[in-house]
Every structure is written in C-alpha cells, then in structure tokens.
C-alpha cells in the first residue's frame, strides 16, 4: 500500500511562490504516473499537474500553465510542485496522487477518479 504524504503548503503573497512536496512510502514513485489537484472551499477537486511514469512528460491544467512546474526526484522518491506568481485564486487544499496503470492516461489524466493512491493534502493560501 502506498502511502503519499504532501508538505510545503502555507500562507503567501499574491505573485509569490511555494514548493510543494509528496513523498511516497512503500511504493516508488518512479513506477507511478503522479498528479497534484486542488480543492477549493465550496468547489469540486480539481486538476493541476501531472507527469508520467518516465517523467518525460508533463500536463498542465491552463490555468496554472506557465506558472507550475511538476517534477519528480527518484532518488528521493519525491514530486513536487513548483508554484510561482501564485494568485488568490490558487488558494486551495493541493493533493497529490499516483496512478499505477491506466490505458487512457494520456486522454483522461486530469479525471481524478483514475488515480489509485492519494494524500491527506496541503494548505496553500494566497492572499491578495
């Protein structure tokens, strides 16, 4: 059983930056296709970022296009999420997740109910 644990999340400033963590323990993320969603108060989760299982390529929902950056570090076991001139908007509950398998990924990686594993989540808040 894989277990996801997120770091990195708090308070910043409108057109700051964070960089969130997930670290994985008994599984490797380099054997998992990793997303990172969010969840805003009142809003349904969802899709930010997500890189595949050879980390050769990455998605990115349009509205944090250019402004994310998903990477991951086998040695370390860890994905993280760049976050850069972060908006009040991206004030949300970020989660990450790992996909074991799935034929259509490259279709339907940003459908959360693809993915298998997820973690508790992370505070980011922006403020204006």
């Known amino acids: 059983q894989v277990q996801l644990v997120e770091s990195g999340g708090g308070l910043v400033q409108a057109e700051g930056s964070l960089r969130l963590s997930c670290t994985a323990s008994?599984?490797?993320?380099?054997?998992?296709?990793m997303g990172w969603f969010r969840q805003a108060p009142g809003k349904e989760r969802e899709f930010v970022a997500t890189?595949?299982?050879?980390?050769?390529?990455?998605y990115y929902a349009d509205s944090v296009e250019g402004r994310f950056h998903i990477s991951r570090d086998n040695a370390k076991n860890t994905v993280y999420l760049e976050m850069n001139s972060l908006k009040p908007e991206d004030t949300a509950v970020y989660y990450c997740?790992?996909?074991?398998?799935?034929?259509?990924?490259?279709?339907?990686?940003?459908?959360?109910?693809?993915?298998?594993?997820w973690g508790q989540g992370t505070q980011v808040t922006v403020s204006s």
């Open positions: 890189i595949n299982w050879s980390g050769g390529s990455t």
């Open positions: 008994g599984g490797t993320v380099s054997s998992y296709a």
């Open positions: 997740a790992a996909l074991i398998f799935y034929e259509n990924y490259y279709t339907d990686y940003a459908n959360a109910n693809i993915y298998d594993y």
